[in-house]
């Protein structure tokens, strides 16, 4: 049975988000999901392309409905990102670590969105040694995996 974590990468669709022009675009957590099959939208309103695809500068301007979101923005940034979340009626969530604070938490919360905090994505999403794997198996040997 999948974890808690684990189980939100079997959605068939995602949006990844990034803010470019404050931090580097997740592209390891956009083509990981790319590279499992998935259907992967890069959501980044200061960009026009991700890794050569079309970036979108918000949910609302995805060509398709998404089954998750997975948040890499800069920390003041999330809590507005999960109230677009949910006006986009996702109820799956990712935030990346680091950048949760208790405002965006509680917002999700509020509006009934499952949430996952406090790890990084890249070590669901990336097969074979690499640092992340070595995240990974440490989180699976501390049971937060």
């Not at 800069?74 to 799956?92: F, H, I, Q, S």
């Not at 406090?118 to 999403?125: E, R």
């Amino acid at each position: 049975m999948p974890s808690h974590h684990e189980a939100f990468f079997e959605h068939d669709s995602f949006a990844v988000v990034g803010h470019s022009d404050k931090h580097d675009f997740p592209k390891l957590t956009y083509n990981g999901l790319k590279q499992l099959g998935k259907t992967v939208y890069p959501v980044d309103p200061s960009v026009e392309t991700v890794e050569g695809d079309p970036a979108f500068p918000d949910l609302g301007a995805l060509p398709g409905p998404v089954q998750g979101v997975v948040l890499e923005v800069p920390k003041e940034e999330t809590a507005a990102w999960v109230e677009k979340v949910a006006a986009a009626g996702v109820r799956d969530l990712w935030i990346h670590m680091g950048t949760d604070t208790p405002e965006a938490v509680e917002a999700a919360r509020a509006h009934g969105i499952d949430t996952h905090t406090g790890t990084c994505a890249v070590m669901y999403v990336t097969p074979g040694f690499t640092y992340h794997s070595i995240h990974k198996w440490i989180m699976k040997a501390v049971g937060k995996y």
